[in-house]
């Protein structure tokens, strides 16, 4: 059970939200973007979000042990080098400490996507870090049957 219906309380700031959404979908690539959603919800402690995202990207031929191996990508071989960096700038933005985004991780990103690949990612970790607060906050379930 939900603590508020955030989408029914508040319908224009979840309606900007889901803009939000829908830009990062159609600007950022598909299985990269899972990647990060599944990883920021991971840190985030979000079950609703974990559970939506993994299911979603098995849908679109994800397969599990990459799934899997999200919450260990750093020792996990499954990855390139462009999902790597996407994942540990997800990291950096999402556990955004004192310091901000470290020098090391941007120039890592900054040297294997564009300009606006980068600015693109940025919005959609930023994207599903308000989803996540919002879920985590509303204690929004996933569905226990599918």
Same mark, same amino acid.
């Given at each position: 059970m939900s603590r508020i219906d955030m989408a029914a309380v508040v319908p224009q =700031?979840?309606? @900007?939200v889901s803009g939000l959404e829908k830009y990062v979908q159609a600007n950022v690539d598909h299985t990269v973007l899972e990647l990060v959603k599944l990883r920021a919800s991971m840190l985030n402690g979000c079950a609703f979000c $974990?559970?939506?995202h993994s299911r979603d990207a098995l849908a679109a031929g994800e397969s599990s042990r990459r799934l899997f191996a $999200?919450? @260990? *990508?750093r020792e =996990?071989? %499954? %990855?390139?080098?462009r999902e790597r960096t996407a994942l540990a700038l997800t990291d950096a933005v999402t556990r955004l400490g004192e310091h901000g985004v470290p020098d090391e991780v941007w120039d890592a990103a900054a040297k294997v996507w564009s300009e606006?690949? +980068?600015?693109? +990612?940025v919005v959609a970790i930023a994207?599903?870090? $308000? *989803?996540?607060r919002i879920a985590v906050t509303s204690q929004a379930q996933p569905p226990t049957e599918v």
């Open positions: =700031a979840y309606q @900007a $974990v559970d939506m $999200v919450a @260990a *990508w =996990a071989p %499954f %990855f390139d080098e606006k690949e +980068l600015a693109d +990612l994207t599903i870090n $308000v *989803w996540n």
